[in-house]
Each structure stands twice: as structure tokens, then as C-alpha cells.
């Protein structure tokens, strides 16, 4: 096919008349969308409990092992000066 054929070809079915849209098509759009939506919207509170949740934790757990602090030394230093 040449590409004069091609181009009289996109033309024909671009001026033709579209295809007739069945009734029931804008409420099945809008049936999916919104479950689409509902779904998304949980799935973003999940996502933000589960953030909550870390950070919760590493609180609980940072105050409880406080990480910042010096481990005590486990053998007595040398003692000089006697």
C-alpha cells in the first residue's frame, strides 16, 4: 500500500460518520470510575495508617532502647596512680 493509498484511507474513515455509542455505556463508565476512585482512595489511607504506624513504632522503639546513648563500658578501666 502506498502512501497515497494510506492517506486516502485515514481520510475516508476520518470524514466517515463514527460508530453509534451503545446507551448503557456512559453508566458503566461512571460505575468503574467511581470504584476506581473508591479503590484508589483506600488504597491512599492504607498507605498513610501504615505510615502512621512506622512511625509510632520507631518512637516506642527509640525511646525504649535510646540508640543515642552510650552503651556502658563492660571492663573496669586500668587504675593508675597508686
Known sequence: MSRRDRESAARQA???????VPPDLYAEV??????????????????WVL???????????????QPWVEPPSQVTPPVTGW
Open 14 to 20: 476520518m470524514e466517515g460518520t463514527p460508530p453509534p
Open 30 to 47: 461512571v460505575r468503574r470510575g467511581s470504584r476506581m476512585l473508591r479503590r484508589r482512595r483506600a488504597a491512599r489511607r492504607l498507605m
Open 51 to 65: 505510615l502512621l504506624f512506622a512511625v509510632v513504632a520507631f518512637t516506642v522503639w527509640a525511646t525504649t532502647v
